[in-house]
């Protein structure tokens, strides 16, 4: 083959590759929104002292976009970045300026999202259950 149509094939190769990468949809943004919603339920004690951690709260989980917001009855709020992978698992860390880490690690599958949430000294699991879409 000649050094010319080396080269027109070369570039004939490298644009079909192009237009291949171009038409293939993204994982992320074909995942984006499908966990949006309100998800609520109870937070149970695994592990903590009872002075300091209550057996059971009324826990909410919205979910928008990129946005996790847990809040525990009505007195406190976490606000943190949601990057699922595909599967729906995520594992998140929120330092707030107190300087205290909370730590998140669950699963949403279809409208059940589980988790397991550390905040020292507590330490508590989420069964929740979407009630409706985020707005």
Do not use: W
């Not at 990468?21 to 002292?49: C, H, M, N, W």
């Not at 989980?61 to 595909?86: C, N, Q, W």
Request: glycine share 10%; charged share 25%; hydrophobic share 40%.
């Amino acid at each position: 083959m000649s050094r010319q149509r080396l080269n027109k094939h070369r570039l004939a190769v490298s644009a079909i590759c192009g237009m291949i990468i171009l038409a293939a949809p993204e994982p992320a943004r074909s995942a984006k929104g499908i966990f949006d919603g309100v998800y609520t339920g109870k937070g149970l004690v695994k592990q903590g002292p009872s002075s300091a951690c209550p057996s059971e709260e009324n826990v909410s989980v919205t979910i928008k976009a990129e946005i996790l917001k847990y809040t525990v009855g009505s007195r406190r709020r976490v606000v943190m970045g949601f990057f699922p992978r595909p599967d729906g698992s995520f594992s998140r860390v929120s330092v707030g300026s107190a300087g205290r880490a909370v730590v998140i690690q669950g699963r949403v599958v279809g409208d059940v999202l589980d988790a397991d949430v550390t905040k020292a000294p507590c330490e508590f699991h989420l069964h929740l259950t979407k009630k409706h879409r985020a707005q």
